[in-house]
T-cell receptor, first 114, second 108 residues
Framework: NAGVMQNPRHLVRRRGQEARLRCSPM?????VYWYRQLPEEGLKFMVY????????ESGMPKERFSAEFPKEGPSILRIQQVVRGDSAAYFC????????????FGPGTRLTVT | EDQVTQSPEALRLQEGESSSLNCSYT??????LFWYRQDPGKGPEFLFT???AGEEKEKERLKATLTKKESFLHITAPKPEDSATYLC?????????FGTGTRLQVTL
C-alpha cells in the first residue's frame, strides 16, 4: 500500500511567482490535511479537505493561499505571489473515511522563495 | 487555545541509557494524543495514538503513556537508530496541534 505522495519534493520560486504543491493520499483515504513547518518551528495546521469540500481552513492565511481536493486527482495547495516568508516545508497528511483518527504524513515539499 | 509543550528540547543519550520524553497539554475535549517520529528532511512517521488517561502502548523500545495532563514517551535501551525528533500532537477537532518536538541523539 503506497504511502502519501507529494510532489515536487523541492520547489524554488522567485518572489511574485505561483507555487503549486500536490498531494495524493494513501489508497482508501479520503481526508486530506495540509500542514506547514517553518524553520525552527513546529508543524502548524493549515487546512482540512474531503473530496470536493473544504472542511476546516482555520489555519490558512487569508490571502494568497488556497487549497482544493477535486473528485479526481490529487489535492493541491496553491500559493500565489509568493514571498520569502512562505519558504517552509509543506506536509500533507491523510486519514481514511472509516473514522480512524491517525493521520499519515507524506515526505513534504520544501519550498524556497528567492 | 490548545497548547502542547514538549521537554526537553534536546536530549543526548548513550546507547542503552533509558530515558523519558515529556509532552504536557492544555486542551478542551481531547480526542486523542499522537506521537510521531521525524527524521531530518522527512515527513513525520506515526508511532502511537492514546485516547484516554491510563492508556499505554508499546512498540519495540518505545512505550507511550497518557495522563489527564501529560504524556510520556519512554525509550528503553535506545540505539543510535532511535536518533530523531519526536513530536507530540493533540487532536480536539480534526486537526492536530503539535509541540515543537524533542531532538534525541543516541551515541555509541
Amino acid at each position: 500500500n503506497a504511502g502519501v505522495m507529494q510532489n515536487p519534493r523541492h520547489l524554488v520560486r522567485r518572489r511574485g511567482q505561483e507555487a503549486r504543491l500536490r498531494c495524493s493520499p494513501m489508497k482508501g483515504h479520503s481526508h486530506v490535511y495540509w500542514y506547514r513547518q517553518l524553520p525552527e518551528e513546529g508543524l502548524k495546521f493549515m487546512v482540512y479537505l474531503q473530496k470536493e469540500n473544504i472542511i476546516d481552513e482555520s489555519g490558512m492565511p487569508k490571502e494568497r493561499f488556497s487549497a482544493e481536493f477535486p473528485k479526481e486527482g490529487p489535492s493541491i495547495l496553491r500559493i500565489q505571489q509568493v514571498v520569502r516568508g512562505d519558504s517552509a516545508a509543506y506536509f500533507c497528511a491523510s486519514s481514511p473515511v472509516t473514522g480512524e483518527r491517525e493521520q499519515y504524513f507524506g515526505p513534504g515539499t520544501r519550498l524556497t522563495v528567492t | 487555545e490548545d497548547q502542547v509543550t514538549q521537554s526537553p528540547e534536546a536530549l543526548r543519550l548513550q546507547e542503552g541509557e533509558s530515558s523519558s520524553l515529556n509532552c504536557s497539554y492544555t486542551v478542551s475535549g481531547l480526542r486523542g494524543l499522537f506521537w510521531y517520529r521525524q527524521d531530518p528532511g522527512k515527513g513525520p512517521e506515526f508511532l502511537f495514538t492514546l485516547y484516554s488517561a491510563g492508556e499505554e502502548k508499546e512498540k519495540e523500545r518505545l512505550k507511550a503513556t497518557l495522563t489527564k495532563k501529560e504524556s510520556f514517551l519512554h525509550i528503553t535501551a535506545p540505539k543510535p537508530e532511535d536518533s530523531a525528533t519526536y513530536l507530540c500532537a493533540v487532536q480536539v477537532s480534526s486537526k492536530l496541534t503539535f509541540g515543537t518536538g524533542t531532538r534525541l541523539q543516541v551515541t555509541l
